[in-house]
């Protein structure tokens, strides 16, 4: 199959036509009830504007979307699909399969696999199986350094021409400033950014939680909130220093949305992303040893979390990423020292973005999708994340109304290590389509016409 | 008091009711300890493991010695090196615990946590017996205990709590039980050993160690632990000695009838005086003396309830006091 990366017009796919929903597109300020049309993997038009010949078709499947948004299809710029070298966790296949029953249709994936996705085979590899069994776009990052091992760049400019869209040794900083500065020099040119899971090691040590009353209650190593931002600091003048971008992953700490909000204000190519744990808890969800609420870097204090928001709301953080990260039961349902880091987030993302930010009135609607959409591919330098004619037809349709009930057990991920397992959500996903390509459909929501 | 309670896991999670009773109960264990014959049926038919992976002496020795009093099985188990790395996980070691039917647990676990997963996926009792950095309510029990019956109160008690503040579960749990009784508690030891936001658990941080100790009526000394020395948290013994170590000259600032509190092993010369440690003001000793009692305490609140009804063929000890027998027969 190829409904992930369809890259020209495909005659063989089936036209659709979505009927009565909202139509949201937030990268041309559109926001009306009309009909979308698809036509051979791309995008035929809004309403009137789509070609009457493709409107007086007999073929067209007509899906009836009364009542639900229809929005450029999701992009998620930080997943870990664990393949190769980890598919107990999770494989590209049900990696994307909970992407796209996310309403996610494409996801970059980050390179701390095994091996990590440090030359040119690694990278084609993930490109091919996600060809072959993927149910979204998959968009590789490569490692910074060979084997994540901080010493030596890998072949930036080979990597960029097989397919990688940015580099990250992530799961660790890259820490040694004069690699990070060497990185930054090689990717300028290729306009693609260096994804920095900014941390001090030495100051994070043997760290698992947020330092602060929470950790000396409970008696957990602190991970002190400056073990991120002095690497942010550190990036932003590197980033100054070099021309190059920098984009910081998973940011949890007031200071450094602080430090973004500066360097965005000197002019330094600097980005940010936040994940949907970090503005929805605090580490006082960490009190009862959850090792679902472990994650790097670590649920931080109240403060911090109101500081992300104001971040995303004024743009200091461009956009919104999960952090996707399975682990099996085995890893998880340990002690608190012993279980890795990391929670799934792909199926939850929605109704979490909603919570953190809709609901309480801090963005509306359109834009958070924006913050969905376009404003992670341009992080990534990448152009899309519109309804415009002729663009891929990457569509997501939800009803952001609609109540449900997280079932862990039920994910489609091959793990199922969450903290939100039991929380009722706003947001269903109706149907992701990728490249006109129906990739998840809600059955129960939807009456297929035609 | 606890008679409802399935384990006990750090004093955070007790009302003071829970506590006085658990003092009150040891009072009656403690005397006990004391007759010709120290030993009650309180819970016969029971099986007791230790599980201990993580060195100790005292308080394992103390809860075999609590538990065989009490006349329950006992079964213990020592590892120095983590479980993790011998490959099998907290979780398997939770099921084979339940397949040989063992009633209660005592776990000493270097992670933080271990005793309240352990809670979560068993319908033992599980005693903390000191999880990582985070709490051992039976010595802070038996601190308290020790204070108790040292100065006839806790409320109103100046408690003065010296060394690594941030790794010592000694301090946690003393700290929760003595501000919750109502003691006035100071803190003092390196800034690179107190945990952040400290002040949030209701106590006083001192300046320096003659701050802490001044006009105090409770000496609490923390064991510093070798290992930190070389995490950097304290350049050198030396000058840990030089500056926090409670000498002589130091206590002098405390009340005249101040007593020296230390929960042990002890590094004399380091963070308490030799002629501190063995000094008129110190208890030290008293404490292991009452640890028996408050772990029989605990064990048999958290457990006595499951004593079998049938009646006890063996001679009934010798009769406490009053509430004690009531409390004793009451299970049998």
């Keep these: 199959m190829s409904r992930a990366e369809t890259a020209g017009r495909d005659p063989a796919i089936r036209p659709i036509c979505l009927k009565g929903g909202r139509i949201l597109d937030p990268s041309r300020g559109i926001d009306r009830v009309q009909e979308l049309w698809l036509d051979q993997g791309r995008i035929a038009g809004l309403g009137e504007d789509a070609p009457a010949a493709l409107r007086s078709r007999s073929d067209v499947e007509v899906i009836d979307v009364s009542g639900a948004v229809v929005s450029p299809g999701w992009v998620d710029i930080h997943v870990h699909l664990r393949e190769p070298g980890q598919e107990d966790k999770e494989t590209i296949e049900t990696g994307t399969l909970a992407a796209a029953r996310g309403g996610f249709t494409t996801v970059a994936c980050m390179p701390n696999t095994d091996p990590p996705l440090d030359d040119r085979p690694r990278v084609e590899y993930v490109i091919r199986r996600a060809r072959e069994s993927g149910h979204a776009r998959v968009l590789p990052i490569a490692a910074v350094t060979r084997g994540q091992a901080g010493e030596a760049l890998t072949d930036i400019e080979d990597l960029v021409l097989a397919g990688a869209v940015a580099f990250s040794d992530d799961g660790k900083p890259v820490r040694n400033a004069e690699i990070m500065r060497r990185a930054l020099e090689l990717t300028r040119p290729l306009g693609v950014p260096v994804i920095q899971h900014a941390e001090d090691p030495d100051l994070k040590g043997s760290g698992v939680v947020h330092e602060g009353w929470t950790s000396t209650r409970i008696g957990l190593k602190g991970i002190p909130d400056v073990a991120e931002s002095v690497m942010v600091a550190r990036d932003a003048l590197l980033a100054e220093l070099t021309g190059g971008r920098v984009h910081v992953a998973h940011v949890s700490a007031a200071r450094s949305v602080e430090i973004i909000r500066k360097a965005k204000a000197r002019g330094i190519a600097m980005t940010a992303e936040v994940t949907p744990h970090h503005l929805v808890l605090t580490d006082e969800a960490v009190s009862g040893y959850d090792t679902n609420t472990k994650m790097n870097p670590p649920l931080r204090s109240t403060r911090d979390r109101e500081a992300l928001i104001e971040g995303v709301v004024d743009g200091t953080i461009d956009c919104l990423a999960t952090d996707h990260a399975p682990h099996t039961e085995i890893d998880k349902d340990n002690d608190f020292d012993s279980a890795p880091f990391g929670i799934i987030g792909l199926e939850t993302a929605l109704g979490l973005y909603l919570k953190a930010l809709v609901e309480p009135g801090h963005l509306t609607l359109p834009e958070l999708l924006l913050r969905m959409t376009r404003k992670p591919l341009e992080v990534l330098g990448r152009r899309g994340g519109t309804l415009e004619a002729g663009e891929p037809a990457d569509v997501t349709v939800f009803h952001p109304g609609e109540r449900w009930t997280v079932r862990a057990a039920e994910s489609s991920s091959r793990s199922h290590n969450t903290p939100f397992d039991g929380w009722e959500l706003s947001g269903r996903i109706w149907l992701t389509i990728v490249g006109g390509q129906v990739t998840w459909r809600e059955q129960a929501a939807l009456a297929s016409g035609r | ?332």
Aim: cysteine-free; hydrophobic content about 40%.
């Design chain 2, 1 to 332: 008091m606890i008679g409802h309670r399935k384990d006990l896991l750090g004093i955070e999670d007790l009302g003071v009711d829970e506590i006085v009773s658990i003092l009150d109960t040891a009072r009656t264990f403690r005397e006990v300890l004391d007759r010709p014959i120290p030993k009650v049926p309180s819970l016969r038919g029971l099986t007791a493991a230790n599980l201990f992976f993580e060195a100790s002496t005292r308080t394992r020795l103390s809860f075999e010695l609590a538990q065989k009093r009490m006349s329950a099985d006992t079964v213990s188990f020592q590892s120095t090196g983590s479980s993790v790395s011998k490959g099998e996980t907290l979780k398997d070691t939770a099921r084979n615990i339940e397949a040989m039917g063992i009633h209660l647990v005592v776990i000493r676990h270097q992670s933080s946590g271990a005793p309240h997963f352990l809670a979560r996926n068993l319908d033992a009792s599980i005693i903390n017996a000191g999880d990582g950095t985070h709490e051992h309510p039976t010595q802070g029990l038996l601190d308290i205990y020790t204070m108790r019956e040292k100065k006839g109160r806790i409320d109103g008690l100046r408690v003065a709590i010296i060394g690594d503040i941030m790794h010592s579960r000694v301090a946690r749990s003393n700290i929760w039980g003595l501000t919750k009784l109502g003691a006035s508690v100071t803190i003092a030891g390196p800034a690179t050993m107190m945990p952040a936001e400290v002040e949030r658990f209701g106590v006083t941080v001192a300046k320096s160690v003659e701050e802490a100790i001044e006009g105090a009526d409770v000496v609490n000394i923390l064991r510093i632990q070798l290992e930190r020395q070389r995490a950097g948290l304290y350049p050198s013994l030396r000058e840990y000695a030089r500056v926090y170590g409670v000498t002589k000259e130091r206590l002098a600032g405390a009340r005249p009838d101040a007593i020296v509190m230390h929960p042990g092993p002890m590094n004399r010369g380091v963070e308490i005086a030799q002629d501190v440690a063995d000094g008129a003001h110190s208890v030290i000793l008293e404490q292991v003396t009452n640890g028996v009692a408050v772990r029989m305490a605990v064990l048999y609140m958290l457990a006595g309830r499951d004593v079998p009804a049938e009646p006890s063929s063996e001679p009934a000890p010798v009769p406490p006091s009053a509430p004690g027998r009531a409390i004793l027969e009451a299970k049998r």
